[in-house]
């Protein structure tokens, strides 16, 4: 049983595995409107390694987070997923809390990212973890929906 805020828990964020490859993506797929094949996953995970967690309850994932480095001062969160089963555990915030620490290691001064005008869980969630809302970006996404845009200083 994962278990909420312990050391326990805390020790089961790891980087990400290729072997995971297909569990990631199709969590991905599951979580998220867009669609996620596993070149993309592939790409992020080497353009940064370091950038791209993953959570995992004995050796089953809970939850991943993969990020960018968008500008020599700044990080982005590309894409970020808890299983359904296993959401307001607190995995998401154990997921971002490390990538910040990283972020912080790695010298980034901020860190930005897009979510969906209408993904009100997300939007609440980045905004529990220090997030505001910077821009709207119309039409952001393939569906045309729009994206906010969200940032923090590290
Ligand atoms: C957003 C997401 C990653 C959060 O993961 P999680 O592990 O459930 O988050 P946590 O348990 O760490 O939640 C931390 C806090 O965020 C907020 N939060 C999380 N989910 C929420 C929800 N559904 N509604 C309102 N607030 C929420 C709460 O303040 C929560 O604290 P609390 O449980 O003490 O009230 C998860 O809901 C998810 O995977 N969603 C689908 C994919 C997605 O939208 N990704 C973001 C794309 S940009």
């Known amino acids: 049983m994962v278990v909420?805020?312990?050391e326990e828990f805390q020790q089961s964020i790891h980087h990400f595995i290729p072997d995971y490859i297909a569990e990631v993506t199709d969590l991905a797929n599951r979580s998220m409107t867009e669609s996620?094949?596993?070149k993309v996953i592939m790409d992020a995970y080497r353009n940064w390694p370091?950038?791209?967690l993953m959570g995992l309850?004995?050796?089953t994932l809970t939850g991943f987070i993969a990020g960018s480095k968008?500008?020599?001062t700044e990080a982005r969160i590309l894409l970020l997923a808890v299983d359904e089963k296993y959401r307001r555990l607190g995995i998401g915030?154990?997921?971002i809390s490390r990538f910040m620490e990283i972020c912080r290691q790695n010298g980034f001064m901020s860190i930005r990212l897009e979510v969906r005008t209408d993904n009100t869980a997300a939007i609440s969630f980045y905004r529990n973890h220090g997030f505001s809302i910077t821009a709207t970006m119309p039409y952001y996404y393939s569906d045309l929906s729009d994206a906010f845009q969200m940032w923090r200083l590290l």
């Open 93 to 95: 915030s154990a997921l």
């Open 36 to 38: 996620y094949d596993h």
């Open 57 to 59: 309850h004995g050796r």
């Open 4 to 6: 909420r805020n312990n």
């Open 70 to 72: 968008f500008m020599r």
């Open 50 to 52: 370091e950038g791209f």
